[in-house]
C-alpha cells in the first residue's frame, strides 16, 4: 500500500485550481495541457501558473518636442486564458481559442528551462517573460511618445493609456499573453533635467498670485456689498413704512365699509325674520283647514264602508257554507286518489328492486372482466415501453458518439480551415504588396518621364521666345512679326475666303453716284443729285427686303411749285411707289 501511494505520489501530478499541467515526450504530439496526468518516465510534466504577474518600469522617452522624461509605470499581465463555457449544468474547460493562447504561453515560458530533478516542479521561467515582456512594453511605449507632445500627453492621459495597452496587446497576443491592467503614474524628471520642476513651480507661484487676487478681490466684494446692504436697509426701512402708513389706510377703509356692510345685513336680516314668521302663521292656518277637510272626508268613507260591510257579511256567509261542502267532497276523492297512487308506486319500487338486483349483478360480473383486460393491458403497455425506453437509449449513445465524432471533425476541420485562410491571407497580402510596390514604382517613373518631357516643352518655348523675338527686331518690330505670321499661316486668305462666304447668294444692286472732279460745277448740282439718287435707292431697298416708303413722302403739295411740275411730281410719286 505505501509502494503504491510512494508511486502515485512520484507518477501522478495534479495541478493546483490556478494552473495547468504541460506534458510533452513520447506518445504525445507537441505538447499535452490538462489538469492530472499520470506522468511515465519517458515524459515530462511541469506546472505552469495562471496567476498574472506585475512588471514596473521606469521608462526613459523623449517626446515630440524633443523633452526628455521619465514614466513611472505598472502592467498586470498575465496568460490569456478566459473564463470556461458555462452548459446551464456544469463549468466546463477554456475554449479553444483561450487554450491556443496558453499554449503559446506555455511554450515561451518552457523553451528557456534547464533540467530539472524534480519532474513535476513548477517552472522558473517567468524572469525570461518578463523580460521580452518589458522590451515590448519600452519599445511601444517610446514609439508613442515620439509622435505626441508634451501637452497631448498631459491633457489626454487616457487615450495616452488605452494606445499604450492596445499597441503593446498586440504584440503580446503572439506570446499569449494579455493586459489584465495599465497604471501610468505621474511623469518626472530625468536625471539633469527640472522641466516638471520648473512647470510644478510656475503654477505654485500662479496659484499663489491668483490666490492673493481672488483675497483682494474678495475684500473689495464684501467691502462694496456691505455698504451695498445698509442702503438698501435703508430703503426697504422707509420702503416698509410707507407701506405700513398706506395699509393703516386701507384697513380703516375696509372696516368702515365693513361695518355699513354689517348694518345692512343685519336690517336684511331682521326684515326676512319677520315676513318668515307671518309666512309661517298663514301656513299654519291653511295647514288646519287642510286637516279638517281631511277629516271630514274620512269619516264619510268610514260610514260607506260600514253600509257596505253589513251587505258583504251575509254574502260572506253564504260563500262559507258552499265551500265547506266543496271541501268536503273534494277531501273524499282526493283520499281516494291517494290510495290509488299508494298501490302504483309499491308495485313500482318492487320491479325497480328486481330490475336493481339483475343490473347488480351483471354490472359485478362486466366490472371483473374490465379489470382482468385492463391488468392485461398495463402489463403489455408497461412491456413496450421498457423496451422502447432501451431502445432510446441505445440510440441516444449512439447519437451521442455520432457527434461527438462530428464535433471533433468539425473542430479539426475548422483548424485547418484557418491554417489555410491564414496562408492565403499571407500571400495575398504578400501578392498585393508586390503590386503597390511596382505601381508605386511605375507611376514614380510616369511621374518622372512628365516632368523632363514638361521641361524640355518650357526650354523649346524659351528658345522659341527667343527666336521670336530676334525675328521681329528683324522685321522692324511686333507689328512686322505679326503680318509675317499672318502670311506664314495664309490668314489673309482665310479672311477673304470668309467674307465672300459670307455675301454668296446676297445679289446686291450697285447704285453709283458721280460726285468726283467730273461732275457738274452748278452749285445746286449736290443737292439735286442726291434727290435724283434717292428715288432708286427706296427702289433697291423694296425690292431687296420688301418696305415700302412711307405714304406722306409721295403726297407733298403741289401748289407750292406751281402747275407747271405737276408733270415732274407725278412721276416723281410713281417712281416712290416702285412703278418707274
Same mark, same amino acid.
Given at each position: 500500500?505505501?509502494?503504491a ?7 501522478? @501530478? ?22 492530472t ?52 449544468k ?6 479553444i481559442?483561450?487554450m ?8 515561451? !515560458? ?10 513535476? @516542479? ?26 505626441? /507632445? ?9 487615450i ?26 505621474? !511623469? ?9 520642476a ?12 491668483? @490666490? ?21 436697509? =435703508? ?28 348694518k345692512?345685513?343685519? /336690517? ?17 292656518? /291653511? ?60 308495485e313500482?319500487e ?21 379489470? &382482468? ?37 468539425? *473542430?479539426?476541420e ?5 491554417v ?44 522659341? @521666345? ?6 521681329a ?28 462666304? &459670307? ?11 458721280? /460726285?468726283?472732279e ?22 433697291? *431697298?423694296?425690292?431687296q427686303?420688301? *418696305? ?22 407725278? =412721276? ?9
Open positions: 500500500m505505501a509502494a501511494s510512494l508511486v502515485a505520489s512520484k507518477y501522478y @501530478a495534479i495541478a493546483e485550481a490556478s494552473e495547468y499541467l504541460v506534458v510533452t515526450g513520447a506518445g504525445i504530439q507537441d505538447l499535452e495541457i490538462c489538469k496526468k499520470w506522468v511515465y518516465p519517458w515524459q515530462k510534466c511541469q506546472k505552469v501558473s495562471l496567476k498574472p504577474f506585475d512588471i514596473k518600469l521606469t521608462l526613459q522617452a523623449m517626446t515630440k518636442e524633443k523633452l526628455q522624461f521619465s514614466l513611472p509605470a505598472v502592467f498586470t499581465i498575465g496568460p490569456n486564458v478566459g473564463p470556461g463555457d458555462y452548459d446551464g456544469r463549468q466546463k474547460g477554456p475554449s481559442e483561450s491556443r493562447s496558453f499554449k503559446k504561453y506555455a511554450m515561451l !515560458l518552457t523553451s528557456n528551462e534547464g533540467k530539472t530533478k524534480n519532474r513535476t @516542479a513548477p517552472p522558473s521561467g517567468e524572469g525570461h517573460v518578463q523580460d521580452i515582456v518589458r522590451g515590448i512594453v519600452e519599445g511601444e511605449t517610446r514609439v508613442i511618445v515620439a509622435d505626441m /507632445t508634451m501637452e497631448e500627453i498631459f491633457k489626454e492621459r487616457q495616452f493609456k488605452t494606445k499604450i495597452i492596445e499597441r503593446v496587446q498586440v504584440e503580446l497576443d503572439q506570446f499569449g499573453l494579455r493586459i489584465y491592467n495599465a497604471n501610468v503614474k505621474e !511623469l518626472q524628471d530625468t536625471p539633469g533635467s527640472e522641466y516638471f520648473f512647470l510644478s513651480r510656475k503654477a505654485h507661484e500662479g496659484a499663489l498670485n491668483q @490666490a492673493r487676487v481672488d483675497v483682494a478681490e474678495a475684500r473689495m466684494r464684501g467691502e462694496i456689498g456691505e455698504a451695498e446692504k445698509q442702503g438698501r436697509t =435703508k430703503q426697504e426701512i422707509s420702503r416698509i413704512n410707507a407701506e405700513t402708513a398706506v395699509k393703516e389706510t386701507q384697513r380703516k377703509a375696509e372696516k368702515a365699509e365693513a361695518d355699513a356692510t354689517l345692512i345685513q343685519t /336690517t336684511n336680516f331682521d326684515r326676512d325674520t319677520r315676513i318668515a314668521g307671518i309666512n309661517a302663521d298663514r301656513t299654519a292656518e /291653511t295647514k288646519d283647514a287642510e286637516l279638517m277637510k281631511h277629516l271630514n272626508k274620512k269619516r264619510a268613507e268610514n260610514e260607506l264602508e260600514r253600509l257596505r260591510a253589513t251587505d258583504v257579511v251575509k254574502s260572506q256567509i253564504a260563500k262559507e257554507s258552499a265551500r265547506e261542502r266543496s271541501d268536503a267532497e273534494y277531501y273524499s276523492k282526493q283520499k281516494y286518489a291517494d290510495a290509488e297512487r299508494y298501490k302504483k308506486i309499491q313500482a318492487a320491479f325497480v328492486a328486481s330490475q336493481e338486483k339483475n343490473a347488480d349483478a351483471d354490472l359485478y360480473s362486466k366490472q371483473k372482466s374490465a379489470d &382482468a383486460y385492463r391488468y392485461k393491458t398495463t402489463q403489455e403497455a408497461e412491456a413496450f415501453q421498457a423496451s422502447k425506453a432501451k431502445e432510446t437509449d441505445a440510440e441516444f449513445y449512439t447519437r451521442q458518439k455520432s457527434a461527438d465524432g462530428q464535433r471533433y471533425k468539425t *473542430i479539426q475548422a483548424e485547418a480551415s484557418f489555410s485562410h491564414q496562408k492565403e491571407a499571407d500571400a495575398d497580402f504578400y501578392r498585393r504588396k508586390q503590386q503597390a510596390d511596382a505601381a508605386f514604382y511605375s507611376i514614380t517613373k510616369e511621374a518622372e518621364a512628365g516632368l523632363v518631357a514638361r521641361k524640355k516643352e518650357a526650354e523649346g518655348l524659351i528658345e522659341m @521666345a527667343k527666336a521670336y523675338g530676334q525675328l527686331n528683324v522685321m522692324g518690330g511686333p507689328q512686322g512679326l505679326l503680318q509675317y505670321m499672318m502670311l506664314q499661316d495664309n490668314t489673309y486668305e482665310k479672311l477673304a475666303k470668309a467674307n465672300a462666304e &459670307a455675301i454668296r447668294g446676297l445679289e446686291p444692286k450697285i447704285t453709283v453716284w458721280n /460726285t468726283g467730273n461732275a457738274s460745277a452748278e452749285a445746286g448740282a449736290p443737292i439735286r443729285n442726291i434727290m435724283q439718287s434717292l428715288p432708286p435707292l427706296l427702289s433697291t *431697298i423694296n425690292e427686303t420688301g *418696305i415700302s416708303p412711307p405714304s406722306w413722302l409721295a403726297q407733298m403739295d403741289g401748289n407750292q411749285n406751281g402747275p407747271q411740275e405737276d408733270g415732274q411730281l407725278t =412721276k416723281k410719286q410713281q417712281i416712290l411707289n416702285g412703278s418707274h
